[in-house]
DNA sequence: CCTCTTTGTAAAATATACTTGACATAAAGT
DNA sequence: ACTTTATGTCAAGTATATTTTACAAAGAGG
């Protein structure tokens, strides 16, 4: 299922797809599958997004 | 660096890694590596391990 | 002692996260 | 019209998470 807390962050923060991925160190086909649910990212790099996003992993990542 | 508060939240539970790793469905040698800090599991494992363990992501494996 | 459980560790193999390069579309600006 | 930016998607390759098998050491209990 799709990731729309973190798309909304995103977008909360106006940085592309694009930027996020360089401020995280990842290509810009990592975060739009991120997004878009497909996979299972690492913790490391969801650390790295909440980080740059200012949120915590429960906040963006946490199923409830 | 190790991951202490999963160590001390499984020996909470009193769940040896085996068993932890049969609970969420992994190898032992992979809630090992974890705990011991070796590497960077995906963020479904984590979640898995949390929900076995009564935790939350923040709770085990947010950086501060 | 001996056995059983737990943990730590290692090497080789497999599954999958992530990259690179590319193409398509829609929206916004000039 | 043309260009630029943002997003979605795909296929092939590379890096790494995870498995399997195996061995060693320490502690608990019989």
Redo the contacts between chains.
């Keep these: 299922m799709k990731n729309l807390r973190l798309k909304a962050a995103r977008a909360a923060r106006d940085l592309s797809q694009q930027v996020l991925a360089d401020m995280v160190g990842v290509s810009r086909q990592t975060i739009n599958a991120i997004e878009k649910g497909d996979y299972?990212?690492?913790?490391?790099l969801?650390?790295a997004i909440c980080r740059a996003l200012g949120k915590?992993?429960?906040e963006l990542?946490?199923?409830q």
Excluded: V
């Excluded at 299972?40 to 490391?44: A, S, V």
């Design positions: 299972n990212p690492t913790i490391n969801c650390i915590t992993l429960d990542f946490w199923k």
